[in-house]
């Protein structure tokens, strides 16, 4: 360990002005997991896309009130930065062409995936895209005592990010560029996620060693997290090196103990994965967006299939095949978005014990430079 004084905290002014220990936001579709994160000292994001009925998202929302002991969290969503007037998911389903159905049945037969019972309904819908759904969400998040609202498409539209900023809430948005980093600074964004290539889910083409110290140079001092490959206390100490005031981690908590991937099949394929094994694919929602590669991607990605459809369409095409694949294990085409990172997600383990190996690392990397610095250690 460092000398007393020597070792900074891994906190940062952003993390100060959040009041959390830790500047480790998390990610995370689970309510266990994000409750986990910011009881840990870090802070849980929880993620909305999934919600697609308001009492849901209230009822696991009161848990998290119940299980964050009073420390901060927030909530990401989905949402197009610009306002779709009068179209339903009804319209848009009506766009899907047939050529595409049949294709998602014949590859889902082709590896004996049985139907889902008489009348049970997909349990995975892309939906909270849809301008209705992303709204209908906000306002119950807003009920809430959230602290920061996050939007995976970028800068949300102007009217939510002044009643973020009205009920005292800070906006964060994805970016893949620095050219969209200055945008969600021009559109009064309050934190720029830099993620890089190397993510889970939708990312750009820039990988996060070049993309970080871009967007911080660009929209600076707004506060940046570092996203895009981070899964380890060093990493940590590399992003908060180039600029970033903490780091996005979305990846890392998906085979953690509170994780509920419904899935051992899944968890077992993540332990086993490398960095190797993942793929950008159009095949989940329309947008390049990394995952597991698997039978599924490769038959997307097959220059003779009729070719993925553009988001919102793709996603809502495949949103049955998808539960069917989950439901049944079918373990070639079992897969979920991830991030290279998932080469070193090979244990299963709880939120804090991930936390006391990102904060043991961290100090491991500044105890590194101190001495590469000249500075004396203990």
Same mark, same amino acid.
């Given at each position: 360990?460092?000398?007393?004084?020597?070792?900074?905290?891994?906190?940062?002014?952003?993390?100060?002005?959040?009041?959390?220990?830790?500047?480790?936001?998390?990610?995370?579709?689970?309510?266990?997991?994000?409750?986990?994160?910011?009881?840990?000292?870090?802070?849980?994001?929880?993620?909305?896309?999934?919600?697609?009925?308001?009492?849901?998202?209230?009822?696991?929302?009161?848990?998290?009130?119940?299980?964050?002991?009073?420390?901060?969290?927030?909530?990401?969503?989905?949402?197009?930065?610009?306002?779709?007037?009068?179209?339903?998911?009804?319209?848009?389903?009506?766009?899907?062409?047939?050529?595409?159905?049949?294709?998602?049945?014949?590859?889902?037969?082709?590896?004996?995936?049985?139907?889902?019972?008489?009348?049970?309904?997909?349990?995975?819908?892309?939906?909270?895209?849809?301008?209705?759904?992303?709204?209908?969400?906000?306002?119950?998040?807003?009920?809430?005592?959230?602290?920061?609202?996050?939007?995976?498409?970028?800068?949300?539209?102007? +009217? %939510? /990010?002044?009643?973020?900023?009205?009920?005292? &809430? =800070?906006? *964060?948005?994805?970016? @893949? $560029?620095?050219?969209?980093?200055?945008?969600?600074?021009?559109?009064?964004?309050?934190?720029?996620?830099?993620?890089?290539?190397?993510?889970?889910?939708?990312?750009?083409?820039?990988?996060?060693?070049?993309?970080?110290? +871009? %967007? /911080?140079?660009?929209?600076?001092?707004?506060? &940046? =997290?570092? *996203?895009?490959?981070? @899964? $380890?206390?060093?990493?940590?100490?590399?992003?908060?090196?180039?600029?970033?005031?903490?780091?996005?981690?979305?990846?890392?908590?998906?085979?953690?103990?509170?994780?509920?991937?419904?899935?051992?099949?899944?968890?077992?394929?993540?332990?086993?994965?490398?960095?190797?094994?993942? &793929?950008?694919?159009?095949?989940?929602? @329309?947008?390049?967006?990394?995952?597991?590669?698997?039978?599924?991607?490769?038959?997307?990605?097959?220059?003779?299939?009729?070719?993925?459809?553009?988001?919102?369409?793709?996603?809502?095409?495949?949103?049955?095949?998808?539960?069917?694949?989950?439901?049944?294990?079918?373990?070639?085409?079992?897969?979920?978005?991830?991030?290279?990172?998932?080469?070193?997600?090979?244990?299963?383990?709880?939120?804090?014990?991930?936390?006391?190996?990102?904060?043991?690392?961290?100090?491991?990397?500044?105890?590194?430079?101190?001495?590469?610095?000249?500075?004396?250690?203990?």
């Amino acid at each position: 360990m460092s000398d007393c004084g020597i070792l900074p905290p891994m906190e940062t002014e952003l993390s100060k002005k959040l009041g959390v220990e830790h500047a480790i936001f998390g990610f995370t579709p689970f309510p266990a997991v994000a409750a986990a994160i910011t009881r840990a000292g870090g802070f849980g994001v929880l993620g909305a896309v999934r919600y697609t009925a308001p009492d849901d998202l209230a009822r696991d929302l009161d848990w998290m009130q119940e299980h964050t002991d009073g420390k901060p969290y927030g909530l990401d969503v989905v949402m197009p930065a610009r306002k779709v007037e009068g179209v339903t998911e009804a319209d848009v389903e009506a766009m899907i062409p047939a050529g595409h159905r049949q294709f998602v049945q014949d590859t889902l037969a082709k590896h004996g995936v049985p139907e889902l019972a008489e009348g049970e309904a997909s349990g995975w819908r892309i939906t909270g895209w849809m301008e209705e759904v992303a709204r209908n969400q906000l306002d119950v998040a807003f009920e809430y005592p959230i602290k920061l609202l996050a939007n995976a498409l970028g800068s949300p539209p102007a +009217d %939510v /990010v002044r009643r973020a900023h009205d009920g005292d &809430v =800070l906006v *964060a948005a994805l970016a @893949g $560029s620095a050219r969209h980093a200055r945008h969600h600074a021009d559109a009064g964004i309050d934190v720029v996620v830099a993620q890089g290539y190397e993510a889970g889910g939708h990312t750009g083409e820039i990988a996060s060693m070049v993309l970080v110290p +871009d %967007v /911080v140079d660009a929209v600076g001092p707004l506060p &940046v =997290l570092a *996203a895009g490959g981070i @899964g $380890s206390g060093e990493q940590i100490a590399a992003g908060l090196a180039l600029g970033a005031q903490g780091v996005w981690l979305g990846s890392l908590w998906l085979t953690t103990e509170e994780a509920d991937l419904h899935s051992r099949a899944l968890t077992r394929k993540l332990l086993a994965a490398g960095s190797g094994d993942t &793929v950008r694919s159009r095949a989940l929602t @329309g947008k390049p967006a990394r995952q597991l590669r698997t039978e599924w991607t490769d038959a997307w990605d097959d220059p003779s299939g009729p070719g993925t459809l553009p988001m919102p369409l793709q996603g809502l095409l495949v949103a049955e095949a998808v539960s069917r694949i989950q439901k049944y294990e079918t373990g070639a085409l079992l897969g979920t978005p991830v991030g290279q990172i998932v080469g070193r997600m090979n244990t299963e383990r709880s939120v804090q014990a991930v936390f006391d190996d990102l904060t043991s690392g961290f100090e491991r990397a500044v105890d590194r430079i101190n001495r590469i610095a000249g500075r004396s250690v203990a």
